[in-house]
């Protein structure tokens, strides 16, 4: 069975950075594709960054140059490293993956299914 937990979030001023990280269990495929998602209260979730299994990496408008995603085959990790902190990226991150999409589809807009979920994390700016 495959597991995601989700850990690095916090509470940071605006301007700052944080770091997520994902441990990745279960599975030793890397052919997955890995994704972040986050959600605001009261929004819809948005799909933040994604990564496949050849390396590509795709953004959401909101968050690109500021936002890096990355992950480390080796010690099924994924990360999120986040810079130029804006009170608008407050919201609960998760970790999702899914080895049937694309990560350009789930920066895109509707989010499409993901399989696997983690239990998220907590990410608050204040301004």
């Known amino acids: 069975q495959v597991r995601l937990v989700e850990s690095g979030g916090g509470s940071v001023q605006a301007g700052g950075s944080l770091r997520l990280s994902c441990a990745v269990s279960g599975y030793t495929d890397s052919s997955y594709c890995m994704a972040w998602v986050r959600q605001a209260p009261g929004k819809e979730r948005e799909g933040v960054a994604a990564i496949d299994s050849d390396g590509s990496t795709s953004y959401a408008d909101s968050v690109k140059g500021r936002f890096t995603i990355s992950k480390d085959n080796a010690t099924n990790m994924l990360y999120l490293q986040m810079n130029s902190l804006k009170p608008e990226d407050t919201a609960m991150y998760y970790c999702?993956?899914?080895?049937?999409?694309?990560?350009?589809?789930?920066?895109?807009?509707?989010?499409?299914?993901?399989?696997?979920w983690g239990q998220g994390t907590q990410v608050t700016i204040s301004s």
């Open positions: 999702a993956a899914d080895p049937f999409v694309l990560a350009r589809t789930v920066v895109a807009g509707r989010i499409p299914f993901l399989g696997y």
